[in-house]
């Protein structure tokens, strides 16, 4: 199948298996992490703490792990990455088992945790044009994506699994062994691992004058700093009621239990899924702009549904046309950094887009809890909604986003 033709060069193919193996492994360690955290404290606060350990380094270091992917060979800095997070949670499934596991331990592992991916993301994202031939790069993509996909189904599931025969030390240890398997097969890769070349009669290396260029790079072209501007702007219309208001929309106006909020959060990624099947197949996205930002306003009103007084079977059914336009929108976008920006530049670029992507993801949710508490669930999914599809809508008054091929 035409999706999976990137698999047929081995690099790639490596890359994907292992990041697959620990995509699951991610997921499974979230949902033992959640439940050790509730046994061990039964406090919302100290959950609320593990994801500030792990979400605020990631966001300090970006830029400064942008910087080193577009210095130094960037297999390396992956393979180190995994190796340093295999063992942090090898030693806290061995403190589990031990029964000497503390909530201090785990804030540490979560810092350590968001300051490695500062340095891995932007190392994956410029690595796969380094190892994926060009007309292969869309395939790569929707590959790469899937396997997050998968991970959010399979991890949860796997994890619940682990837990309930060998209680979360056993959960903690699987993800450990995963980011092993995940270094071993970055392995192969070493060889083909050089420093991406800089530019000729380029000054002398500086963090800050490196830093400066990826900012350049992005201010010089609309295109890059229109679009990253808009995703921080609709990450915090779409993430909020998503993350926040669903719960208590489900409660409240649906009058239905968990089983139906779990449904409903499963098949958002289905629809992730389905989105980068169909796009994977292509061997090169034509009309780039516009059809990026008509997913992203489709996304808007499919968000807006739930906010209206529909059946289920119709917020199902937004919710598969959510995932998958969603899923376009991100992998032509990724589609477009990995052909405009530069190879020697592409980490730092990458790196502000995901400085973009979730900066403002605290102040959504923020916004989400104060707007659900006082104007109730419903309300907030419309206002979510609405302001997304207006946002890619003027975007796409521009003209170098509505011309982009």
């Not at 400064?64 to 090898?90: E, H, Q, T, W």
């Not at 292509?282 to 008509?294: F, N, Q, S, V």
Request: glycine share 10%; net charge neutral; with cysteine.
């Amino acid at each position: 199948m035409s999706l999976f033709r990137s698999l047929a060069h081995r690099p790639f193919a490596l890359l994907w298996a292992g990041q697959t193996i620990s995509r699951v492994g991610d997921f499974l360690y979230e949902i033992a992490l959640a439940w050790w955290v509730l046994e061990k404290t039964g406090s919302a606060t100290a959950m609320a703490g593990v994801l500030i350990f792990a979400f605020t380094p990631m966001l300090l270091f970006l830029l400064i792990g942008g910087v080193a992917v577009d210095r130094y060979p960037r297999v390396k800095l992956m393979l180190a990455s995994d190796l340093l997070r295999g063992a942090v949670v090898a030693l806290v499934a061995a403190l589990a088992f031990s029964q000497q596991l503390e909530i201090w331990h785990v804030y540490i592992a979560s810092l350590i945790f968001g300051l490695v991916d500062a340095f891995f993301q932007p190392a994956y994202t410029a690595l796969v044009p380094d190892i994926t031939p060009h007309e292969h790069l869309t395939s790569a993509n929707s590959l790469t994506s899937m396997s997050m996909q998968i991970g959010r189904i399979a991890g949860p599931a796997l994890g619940a699994a682990a837990i309930g025969l060998g209680g979360t030390a056993g959960a903690f240890a699987l993800d450990g062994a995963s980011f092993f398997v995940s270094a071993a097969c970055l392995m192969p890769l070493l060889n083909s691992s050089a420093p991406p070349a800089r530019e000729a009669g380029s000054p002398p290396a500086s963090v800050l004058r490196d830093m400066r260029e990826g900012i350049d790079t992005v201010l010089g072209s609309p295109v890059l700093w229109i679009s990253i501007l808009v995703f921080a702007l609709s990450n915090i219309m779409l993430a909020g009621p998503y993350g926040v208001a669903m719960p208590f929309l489900v409660k409240d106006y649906l009058k239905a239990d968990a089983g139906t909020l779990g449904l409903l959060y499963a098949i958002f990624p289905i629809g992730y899924i389905i989105g980068g099947a169909w796009l994977g197949r292509l061997a090169r996205i034509r009309r780039r702009g516009p059809t990026a930002y008509i997913g992203l306003m489709i996304a808007g009103l499919m968000l807006l549904t739930f906010g209206l007084p529909v059946p289920l079977v119709v917020l199902v059914l937004a919710a598969l046309i959510n995932g998958a336009a969603l899923e376009i929108e991100s992998l032509i976008w990724t589609n477009i950094l990995q052909e405009t920006v530069p190879g020697e530049r592409l980490g730092r670029v990458a790196s502000i887009d995901s400085l973009g992507s979730f900066a403002l993801l605290p102040v959504g949710y923020a916004l989400a809890g104060w707007a659900t508490d006082r104007l109730g669930a419903a309300p907030v999914f419309v206002i979510g909604g609405g302001l997304t599809a207006i946002v890619a809508i003027l975007a796409l008054a521009h003209p170098a986003i509505r011309t982009l091929d």
